[in-house]
C-alpha cells in the first residue's frame, strides 16, 4: 500500500491509475489525513485502514458554555467583590497636584 498526497495524485492521476490498475492500493491523503483509498476493483478494503479508536468524541468531558443570565450573574458577583469599600474616598484624576503628587 502506498500513500499519496491530493496534490500529488492530481499531478501523477494517469500513472498512479495504471498502479492501481496493476494491483497497488493508495491511501489519499489531504493536510496530513487520510481521506480516501484508491483500490482496483473487487479488492476487499476491509482492515487496509484501522477503525478509529474506541471512545468517540471528547466533547462530553469539556464544561458547557454558560446562557447570557448566567454570565451576567457570574459578572456582577465579580464586580461586587472586586469593587472597594465605601467608607474610603475616591480621588479624581484632577486631584493630583502638578508634580503628579497627591495634595
Known amino acids: ?7 500529488q495524485l492530481r499531478q501523477s492521476l494517469t500513472a498512479t491509475l495504471d498502479d492501481v490498475q496493476a494491483g497497488q492500493t493508495y491511501v489519499i491523503t489531504r ?5 480516501a483509498q484508491l483500490r482496483p476493483v473487487g479488492t476487499s478494503g476491509a482492515d487496509v485502514i484501522p477503525a478509529k479508536a474506541p471512545g468517540g468524541s471528547q466533547l462530553s468531558q469539556r464544561p458547557r458554555r454558560k446562557t447570557y443570565e448566567e ?3 457570574t459578572l456582577s458577583d465579580v464586580r461586587a467583590q472586586s469593587s472597594p469599600p ?8 484632577g486631584s ?8
Open 31 to 35: 493536510h496530513g489525513h487520510a481521506i
Open 96 to 103: 493630583l497636584g502638578i508634580n503628579g503628587r497627591k495634595d
Open 71 to 73: 454570565a451576567k450573574a
Open 1 to 7: 500500500m502506498k500513500w499519496i498526497t491530493a496534490a
Open 86 to 93: 465605601t467608607s474610603e474616598k475616591r480621588r479624581s484624576p
